[in-house]
């Protein structure tokens, strides 16, 4: 396990926190487009979720921030939407 902050992993759930935003602006303006690019960056979240335990199993990136981050990022992700 690693000390550091600065992994893939913890980006990419940093990168999720920050999708909520443009999700949760693209489904309030209730409009197919809106809602069209709600799914679409849905979908990214969704992958940045698999994607960071993946790198930080593969590479062993696995940090104490980490092991906060990730669910902090998937209660607000799905909190928000």
Do not use: H
């Not at 396990?1 to 693209?26: D, E, Q, W």
């Not at 209660?75 to 928000?80: F, M």
């Amino acid at each position: 396990m690693k000390g550091g902050f600065r992994t893939l992993s913890n980006a990419l759930s940093l990168l999720r926190i920050l999708l909520v935003v443009p999700i949760s602006v693209s489904l309030m303006l209730d409009t197919p487009a809106g809602r069209g690019t709600a799914m679409l960056l849905i979908v990214a979240a969704a992958a940045t979720d698999f994607l960071d335990g993946y790198y930080a199993r593969k590479k062993g990136e696995v940090t104490e921030l980490g092991k906060i981050l990730d669910p902090v990022a998937d209660k607000i992700a799905v909190g928000a939407v």
